[in-house]
Protein backbone atom coordinates (compact mmCIF):
# COMPACT_ATOMS: atom_id res chain seq x y z
CA UNK A 1 0.00 0.00 0.00
CA UNK A 2 1.57 3.18 -0.64
CA UNK A 3 1.53 6.59 1.34
CA UNK A 4 -1.03 8.04 -0.73
CA UNK A 5 -3.62 5.04 -0.80
CA UNK A 6 -2.96 5.02 3.28
CA UNK A 7 -3.86 8.33 3.14
CA UNK A 8 -7.06 7.66 1.22
CA UNK A 9 -8.17 4.79 2.92
CA UNK A 10 -7.69 6.08 6.59
CA UNK A 11 -9.93 9.43 5.05
CA UNK A 12 -12.44 6.61 4.59
CA UNK A 13 -12.32 4.99 7.74
CA UNK A 14 -12.82 8.90 9.30
CA UNK A 15 -15.83 9.57 7.15
CA UNK A 16 -17.36 6.43 8.13
CA UNK A 17 -16.71 7.54 11.96
CA UNK A 18 -18.39 10.58 11.50
CA UNK A 19 -21.22 8.90 9.48
CA UNK A 20 -21.13 6.69 12.88
CA UNK A 21 -21.65 9.18 15.30
CA UNK A 22 -24.17 11.53 13.05
CA UNK A 23 -26.21 8.43 13.30
CA UNK A 24 -26.07 8.07 16.80
CA UNK A 25 -26.44 12.13 17.65
CA UNK A 26 -29.79 11.57 15.85
CA UNK A 27 -31.18 8.93 18.78
CA UNK A 28 -29.70 11.50 21.38
CA UNK A 29 -31.78 14.32 23.22
CA UNK A 30 -29.71 17.10 22.14
CA UNK A 31 -32.55 19.80 21.68
CA UNK A 32 -31.93 22.23 20.13
CA UNK A 33 -28.11 21.14 19.35
CA UNK A 34 -29.05 18.44 17.20
CA UNK A 35 -29.46 19.95 14.11
CA UNK A 36 -25.79 22.10 15.04
CA UNK A 37 -24.46 18.44 15.88
CA UNK A 38 -25.18 16.87 12.71
CA UNK A 39 -24.29 19.89 10.14
CA UNK A 40 -21.45 20.54 12.04
CA UNK A 41 -20.24 16.81 11.47
CA UNK A 42 -21.49 17.18 7.72
CA UNK A 43 -19.27 20.35 7.24
CA UNK A 44 -16.05 17.82 8.80
CA UNK A 45 -17.03 15.28 6.38
CA UNK A 46 -16.98 18.38 3.51
CA UNK A 47 -13.48 19.72 4.78
CA UNK A 48 -12.00 15.87 4.61
CA UNK A 49 -13.86 15.52 1.04
CA UNK A 50 -12.33 18.55 -0.35
CA UNK A 51 -8.89 18.49 1.48
CA UNK A 52 -8.00 15.14 0.84
CA UNK A 53 -9.65 13.45 -2.31
CA UNK A 54 -10.47 16.95 -4.30
CA UNK A 55 -6.99 17.71 -3.69
CA UNK A 56 -7.15 20.81 -1.78
CA UNK A 57 -3.92 20.19 -0.16
CA UNK A 58 -1.85 20.19 -3.43
CA UNK A 59 -3.46 23.30 -5.01
CA UNK A 60 -2.56 27.27 -4.78
CA UNK A 61 -4.12 29.66 -2.95
CA UNK A 62 -5.91 30.89 -5.90
CA UNK A 63 -7.98 27.28 -6.53
CA UNK A 64 -8.52 26.81 -2.59
CA UNK A 65 -10.07 30.45 -2.88
CA UNK A 66 -12.16 29.47 -5.53
CA UNK A 67 -13.31 26.26 -4.28
CA UNK A 68 -14.21 28.11 -0.92
CA UNK A 69 -15.93 31.30 -2.78
CA UNK A 70 -19.64 29.07 -3.14
CA UNK A 71 -19.17 27.39 0.22
CA UNK A 72 -18.39 31.10 1.81
CA UNK A 73 -21.52 32.64 -0.02
CA UNK A 74 -24.07 30.43 1.61
CA UNK A 75 -23.09 30.53 4.88
CA UNK A 76 -23.29 34.59 4.38
CA UNK A 77 -26.49 34.01 3.18
CA UNK A 78 -27.98 31.39 5.48
CA UNK A 79 -26.44 33.91 8.38
CA UNK A 80 -28.66 36.88 6.67
CA UNK A 81 -31.83 34.51 6.44
CA UNK A 82 -31.09 33.58 9.64
CA UNK A 83 -30.77 37.44 11.17
CA UNK A 84 -34.53 37.64 10.06
CA UNK A 85 -36.22 34.32 10.65
CA UNK A 86 -34.16 33.45 14.24
CA UNK A 87 -35.12 36.63 15.70
CA UNK A 88 -38.63 36.54 14.72
CA UNK A 89 -41.52 36.61 18.07
CA UNK B 1 4.60 9.77 -26.73
CA UNK B 2 5.90 11.67 -23.52
CA UNK B 3 4.40 11.42 -20.43
CA UNK B 4 4.03 15.32 -19.99
CA UNK B 5 0.91 16.59 -21.01
CA UNK B 6 0.76 18.73 -24.35
CA UNK B 7 0.85 22.55 -23.33
CA UNK B 8 -1.95 24.47 -25.46
CA UNK B 9 -2.14 28.41 -26.24
CA UNK B 10 -1.92 30.70 -23.97
CA UNK B 11 -0.19 28.92 -21.12
CA UNK B 12 3.93 28.78 -21.40
CA UNK B 13 4.25 25.24 -18.99
CA UNK B 14 2.28 22.32 -17.74
CA UNK B 15 1.53 23.81 -14.43
CA UNK B 16 0.33 26.67 -14.82
CA UNK B 17 -1.98 25.32 -17.70
CA UNK B 18 -3.02 22.61 -14.76
CA UNK B 19 -3.75 25.46 -11.86
CA UNK B 20 -5.92 26.64 -14.62
CA UNK B 21 -7.65 23.37 -15.65
CA UNK B 22 -8.44 23.22 -11.67
CA UNK B 23 -9.74 26.74 -11.44
CA UNK B 24 -11.94 26.24 -14.41
CA UNK B 25 -13.65 23.43 -12.52
CA UNK B 26 -13.82 24.52 -8.72
CA UNK B 27 -15.53 27.89 -10.27
CA UNK B 28 -18.53 25.43 -12.12
CA UNK B 29 -18.18 23.78 -9.09
CA UNK B 30 -18.77 26.32 -6.89
CA UNK B 31 -22.06 27.33 -9.17
CA UNK B 32 -23.40 23.62 -8.37
CA UNK B 33 -21.89 24.67 -4.13
CA UNK B 34 -24.85 27.89 -5.02
CA UNK B 35 -26.97 25.84 -6.66
CA UNK B 36 -27.71 23.01 -3.46
CA UNK B 37 -26.83 25.52 -0.56
CA UNK B 38 -29.67 28.27 -2.24
CA UNK B 39 -32.11 25.07 -2.08
CA UNK B 40 -30.53 23.94 0.54
CA UNK B 41 -31.23 27.55 2.73
CA UNK B 42 -34.78 27.44 2.12
CA UNK B 43 -35.08 23.65 3.45
CA UNK B 44 -33.56 25.31 7.07
CA UNK B 45 -36.23 28.02 6.24
CA UNK B 46 -38.87 25.48 6.13
CA UNK B 47 -37.39 23.79 9.45
CA UNK B 48 -37.19 26.84 11.14
CA UNK B 49 -40.66 27.54 10.42
CA UNK B 50 -42.01 24.17 10.95
CA UNK B 51 -39.87 22.41 13.00
CA UNK B 52 -42.47 19.76 14.60
CA UNK B 53 -43.85 19.20 11.16
CA UNK B 54 -40.51 18.54 9.21
CA UNK B 55 -39.34 16.08 12.49
CA UNK B 56 -42.68 14.30 11.82
CA UNK B 57 -42.44 13.73 8.67
CA UNK B 58 -38.48 13.17 8.79
CA UNK B 59 -39.50 10.12 10.95
CA UNK B 60 -41.55 8.85 7.52
CA UNK B 61 -38.40 8.60 5.35
CA UNK B 62 -36.12 5.34 5.75
CA UNK B 63 -33.39 6.48 8.01
CA UNK B 64 -31.68 2.93 7.52
CA UNK B 65 -31.61 3.13 3.48
CA UNK B 66 -30.23 6.29 3.61
CA UNK B 67 -27.37 6.05 6.07
CA UNK B 68 -26.52 2.72 3.82
CA UNK B 69 -26.69 5.36 1.16
CA UNK B 70 -24.72 7.58 2.41
CA UNK B 71 -21.66 4.76 3.28
CA UNK B 72 -22.20 3.69 -0.12
CA UNK B 73 -21.66 6.92 -1.58
CA UNK B 74 -18.51 7.84 0.52
CA UNK B 75 -16.81 4.58 -0.51
CA UNK B 76 -17.05 5.58 -4.39
CA UNK B 77 -15.42 8.56 -3.57
CA UNK B 78 -12.84 6.55 -1.94
CA UNK B 79 -12.39 4.61 -5.23
CA UNK B 80 -12.30 7.40 -7.62
CA UNK B 81 -9.88 8.75 -5.25
CA UNK B 82 -7.87 5.65 -5.81
CA UNK B 83 -8.58 5.59 -9.59
CA UNK B 84 -6.87 9.71 -10.07
CA UNK B 85 -3.73 8.32 -7.60
CA UNK B 86 -3.56 5.53 -10.20
CA UNK B 87 -4.03 7.66 -13.25
CA UNK B 88 -1.08 9.88 -12.24
CA UNK B 89 1.18 6.18 -12.04
CA UNK B 90 0.43 5.31 -15.52
CA UNK B 91 -1.34 2.60 -13.88
CA UNK B 92 -4.12 1.96 -16.86
CA UNK B 93 -5.95 -1.48 -15.55
CA UNK B 94 -5.79 -0.97 -12.36
CA UNK B 95 -7.53 2.59 -13.20
CA UNK B 96 -9.86 1.17 -15.19
CA UNK B 97 -11.20 -1.55 -12.16
CA UNK B 98 -11.31 1.73 -9.98
CA UNK B 99 -13.18 3.82 -12.37
CA UNK B 100 -16.00 0.56 -12.90
CA UNK B 101 -16.04 -0.03 -9.07
CA UNK B 102 -16.79 3.93 -8.66
CA UNK B 103 -19.44 3.36 -11.23
CA UNK B 104 -21.36 0.55 -9.65
CA UNK B 105 -21.42 1.76 -6.56
CA UNK B 106 -22.99 5.02 -7.67
CA UNK B 107 -25.66 2.63 -9.86
CA UNK B 108 -26.18 0.58 -6.52
CA UNK B 109 -26.69 4.49 -4.70
CA UNK B 110 -29.50 4.99 -7.07
CA UNK B 111 -30.64 1.58 -7.08
CA UNK B 112 -30.99 2.20 -3.22
CA UNK B 113 -32.32 5.77 -4.11
CA UNK B 114 -35.41 3.98 -6.16
CA UNK B 115 -36.44 1.30 -3.64
CA UNK B 116 -36.57 3.74 -0.96
CA UNK B 117 -38.65 5.82 -3.64
CA UNK B 118 -41.13 3.26 -4.58
CA UNK B 119 -41.85 2.50 -0.68
CA UNK B 120 -42.34 6.19 -0.20
CA UNK B 121 -45.14 5.82 -3.05
CA UNK B 122 -46.30 2.67 -1.39
CA UNK B 123 -46.82 4.80 1.65
CA UNK B 124 -48.94 7.51 -0.11
CA UNK B 125 -46.18 9.80 0.66
CA UNK B 126 -45.41 10.95 -3.17
CA UNK B 127 -47.52 13.65 -4.69
CA UNK B 128 -50.16 11.49 -6.99
CA UNK B 129 -49.70 8.21 -4.94
CA UNK B 130 -53.37 8.39 -4.13
CA UNK B 131 -54.99 7.12 -1.31
CA UNK B 132 -54.92 8.69 2.43
CA UNK B 133 -51.84 10.59 2.59
CA UNK B 134 -50.56 10.59 5.90
CA UNK B 135 -48.98 13.76 5.90
CA UNK B 136 -51.97 15.88 6.43
CA UNK B 137 -50.27 19.39 7.41
CA UNK B 138 -49.21 21.95 5.43
CA UNK B 139 -45.73 22.22 6.82
CA UNK B 140 -45.41 18.13 6.02
CA UNK B 141 -46.18 18.04 2.59
CA UNK B 142 -43.56 21.06 2.02
CA UNK B 143 -40.95 19.11 3.43
CA UNK B 144 -41.49 15.99 2.26
CA UNK B 145 -41.62 17.89 -1.24
CA UNK B 146 -38.30 19.27 -0.55
CA UNK B 147 -36.89 16.16 0.33
CA UNK B 148 -38.29 14.54 -3.07
CA UNK B 149 -36.46 17.51 -5.47
CA UNK B 150 -33.54 17.65 -3.28
CA UNK B 151 -32.69 14.12 -3.43
CA UNK B 152 -34.08 13.77 -7.08
CA UNK B 153 -31.42 16.91 -8.60
CA UNK B 154 -28.85 15.30 -6.62
CA UNK B 155 -29.67 11.82 -8.64
CA UNK B 156 -29.78 13.67 -11.36
CA UNK B 157 -26.07 14.75 -10.58
CA UNK B 158 -24.60 10.94 -9.66
CA UNK B 159 -26.10 9.71 -13.31
CA UNK B 160 -24.65 12.52 -15.57
CA UNK B 161 -21.27 11.33 -12.95
CA UNK B 162 -21.96 7.90 -13.61
CA UNK B 163 -22.19 8.87 -17.54
CA UNK B 164 -19.02 10.53 -17.50
CA UNK B 165 -17.20 7.96 -15.62
CA UNK B 166 -18.67 5.35 -17.74
CA UNK B 167 -16.95 7.43 -20.77
CA UNK B 168 -14.11 7.97 -19.18
CA UNK B 169 -13.37 4.34 -18.18
CA UNK B 170 -13.99 3.91 -21.91
CA UNK B 171 -11.64 5.99 -23.43
CA UNK B 172 -8.71 5.07 -20.64
CA UNK B 173 -9.62 1.30 -21.19
CA UNK B 174 -8.82 2.03 -25.20
CA UNK B 175 -5.57 4.61 -24.14
CA UNK B 176 -7.63 7.12 -25.93
CA UNK B 177 -7.08 9.32 -22.86
CA UNK B 178 -3.05 8.12 -22.29
CA UNK B 179 -1.97 7.84 -18.56
CA UNK B 180 -0.11 9.96 -17.27
CA UNK B 181 -0.38 12.59 -19.96
CA UNK B 182 -3.88 13.22 -19.64
CA UNK B 183 -4.51 12.08 -15.93
CA UNK B 184 -6.07 15.59 -15.56
CA UNK B 185 -9.03 14.45 -17.31
CA UNK B 186 -9.57 11.29 -14.52
CA UNK B 187 -9.01 14.30 -11.72
CA UNK B 188 -11.36 16.56 -13.06
CA UNK B 189 -14.22 14.62 -13.30
CA UNK B 190 -12.87 13.43 -10.04
CA UNK B 191 -13.55 16.43 -8.75
CA UNK B 192 -17.38 16.46 -9.88
CA UNK B 193 -17.56 12.86 -8.48
CA UNK B 194 -16.69 13.94 -4.68
CA UNK B 195 -18.74 17.11 -4.89
CA UNK B 196 -21.92 15.17 -5.29
CA UNK B 197 -20.71 13.56 -2.71
CA UNK B 198 -20.95 16.71 -0.84
CA UNK B 199 -23.93 17.20 -1.71
CA UNK B 200 -25.47 14.55 -0.43
CA UNK B 201 -23.27 14.64 2.91
CA UNK B 202 -25.45 18.10 3.60
CA UNK B 203 -28.66 16.53 2.14
CA UNK B 204 -28.31 13.20 4.45
CA UNK B 205 -28.59 15.20 8.18
CA UNK B 206 -30.63 18.19 6.90
CA UNK B 207 -33.20 15.56 5.89
CA UNK B 208 -33.25 12.33 7.34
CA UNK B 209 -31.67 13.30 10.35
CA UNK B 210 -34.42 16.36 11.26
CA UNK B 211 -36.02 13.65 13.45
Redo the contacts between chains.
Keep these: M?A??RI??L??IA??VL?GL??T??FLPLGAF??VA??G??FA??VL??W????LRE??G??RL??V???L??VL??AL?SSD??TRL | MSDQPAVHSPYLEAAQQREADFLGMYIFLATEIMLFGGFLAAVYVVRVLHPQEASETAQQLNLWLGSFNTAVLLTSSLSMALAVQLSREAKRRAVVIRLCLTMALGLAFLTIKGVEYYQEYREGLMPFSGGLNPLSKPGEQLFFNFYLVGTSLHALHLMIGIALVSVLAWRVARSETPLPRRAVTVELVGLYWHLIDVVWVFIYPIFYLAR
Design positions: THTFVVWLMLTLASKPNIIGKAIFFFMHVSLVAAAGVSIMIIYL
